[in-house]
C-alpha cells in the first residue's frame, strides 16, 4: 500500500513542479509612459491598466488587460489628435521642449505640446504646412523640416513665431518662399525649386538679425534684394544667376559703404562672370566665391 501511495503522489505531483513549455518572446521596446518593466515581465501595474498603447520598434501596439499579444503581430495605429499630446509623444520622442518626428513616414505637422522650443521633423513626407499647425505654439526657437516633399507653406504659417529663430527648410519642393518671422538668425532653403519671383522683393529687409541664408541650389535667377545688415553668410550656388548691380551688396551712391559683418558669398554653378561686375563688391571685405573668368 505504500509502495501504491508514493507512486500515486509522484504520478499527480510531478506534472505540476514541471514548468510549462516557455512562451515564444519577442523583443518589445516599451516607452517610458506609466510602464515597468522588470525581467522581462510586466508588473501589477500594467495588468491593471484597461488599454496602453506602447512602442514596438516604432510603431503602436495595443496592451490589454489581459495582455493576450495576438500571434500574428496585429499593428493598432493611432493617429495624432488635437485634442491630445499623448500620441504625438508615443510616434516621436519628446523630451525637455524638445520633439522629435524624424524619419518616420508622417505626412503632416503631428499636434505639439504648448511648450515645445524645438522641433526636428526632418526626413518624411510632410507635403503641406498649415497656418494651423504653429497657430498655439508661440514658443517655438527652431524648426527643422529637411528632407521632406513640402510644395506649400499657407499664408501666416509662421506670423505668430515671434520667437523663432533657426528655420529650415532644406531638401523640399518650394517655388517660393513664405513670409518669414522677423527674429530669424539662420535660414535654410537649399536645394528646391525656388525661383526669383517666388521672393518677394522685401522678404529679407526686416529680418534685422539675420545672420544665415542659404540658397543653394535653387533656381534664382537674381540676387534677392534688400539684403539685412546683419547677414554674415550668404550661399547662392549652383542657381541661374545671370545678371548683378552695384546696389546688389553695396551701395553705389556711397563709395564709403563697407558691409563689415559679411564674411562669405558663394556664387559658383551660376552663369555670371564675376569679373564683369567689380563694382558689385566694392563694399565687401572678401570678394565671392564663382567664375571670374
Same mark, same amino acid.
Given at each position: 500500500? $505504500?509502495?501504491?501511495?508514493? +507512486?500515486f =503522489? ?12 516557455p512562451?515564444q518572446?519577442?523583443?518589445?521596446? =516599451? ?15 500594467d495588468?491593471e ?5 506602447? #512602442?514596438?520598434?516604432g ?19 493611432? /493617429?495624432p ?5 499623448l /500620441? ?9 521642449g524638445s520633439?522629435?518626428?524624424? $524619419?518616420?513616414?508622417?505626412e503632416?505637422? /503631428? /499636434?505639439?505640446?504648448?511648450? +515645445? ?10 507635403? #503641406?504646412?498649415?497656418?494651423?499647425? =504653429? ?5 517655438? #526657437? ?5 528632407g ?6 499657407e499664408?501666416?504659417?509662421f506670423s ?8 529650415s527648410l ?15 538668425t ?8 525656388i ?21 543653394g !541650389? ?10 539685412? $545688415?546683419?547677414?554674415?553668410i550668404? !550661399? ?8 548683378? +548691380?552695384?546696389?546688389? =551688396? ?8 563697407i558691409?563689415? #559683418? ?5 556664387? $559658383?554653378?551660376?552663369?555670371?562672370v564675376?569679373?564683369? !561686375? ?12 564663382? +567664375?571670374?573668368?
Open positions: 500500500m $505504500e509502495t501504491l501511495q508514493a +507512486t =503522489f509522484l504520478f499527480v505531483f510531478v506534472p505540476l513542479v514541471n514548468p510549462a513549455p512562451l518572446q519577442e523583443s518589445l521596446q =516599451f516607452s517610458e509612459y506609466d510602464t515597468d518593466v522588470s525581467m522581462g515581465s510586466l508588473t501589477q501595474q495588468y491598466m484597461q488599454s496602453k498603447d506602447i #512602442r514596438k520598434d510603431t503602436n501596439v495595443s496592451l490589454d488587460t489581459s495582455l493576450m499579444l495576438q500571434s500574428d503581430d496585429s499593428q493598432l495605429d493611432v /493617429p489628435t488635437k485634442d491630445t499630446n /500620441p504625438t509623444c508615443l510616434l516621436c520622442v519628446c523630451l525637455s520633439v522629435y518626428c524624424e $524619419e518616420i513616414d508622417i503632416a505637422v /503631428p /499636434p505639439l505640446p504648448k511648450e +515645445t522650443a524645438y522641433l526636428y521633423a526632418r526626413f518624411n513626407k510632410i507635403k #503641406r504646412i498649415a497656418a494651423s499647425d =504653429f497657430a498655439d505654439i508661440t514658443t517655438l #526657437r527652431r524648426i527643422d523640416f529637411s521632406n516633399r513640402i510644395e506649400e507653406i499664408d501666416g504659417a505668430k513665431l515671434l520667437l523663432l529663430e533657426e528655420l532644406a531638401e523640399n519642393r518650394l517655388v517660393k518662399l513664405p513670409v518669414l518671422p522677423p527674429k530669424l539662420t535660414f535654410n532653403a537649399n536645394q528646391n525649386r525661383k526669383s519671383r517666388g521672393i518677394k522683393a522685401n522678404a529679407f529687409k526686416k529680418l534685422t538679425n539675420l545672420a544665415y541664408l542659404y540658397l !541650389h535653387n533656381a534664382l535667377e537674381s540676387v534677392p534684394l534688400n539684403l539685412p $545688415e546683419s547677414l554674415r550668404l !550661399h547662392l550656388q549652383y542657381n541661374n544667376i545671370t545678371t548683378i +548691380t552695384d546696389d546688389t =551688396f553695396c551701395k553705389s551712391n556711397n563709395t564709403r559703404y558691409r563689415t #559683418r559679411m564674411d562669405e558669398i558663394r556664387m $559658383e554653378g551660376n552663369p555670371i564675376l569679373a564683369k !561686375h567689380v563694382n558689385a563688391f566694392s563694399c565687401l571685405r572678401m570678394l565671392p566665391v564663382g +567664375t571670374y573668368y
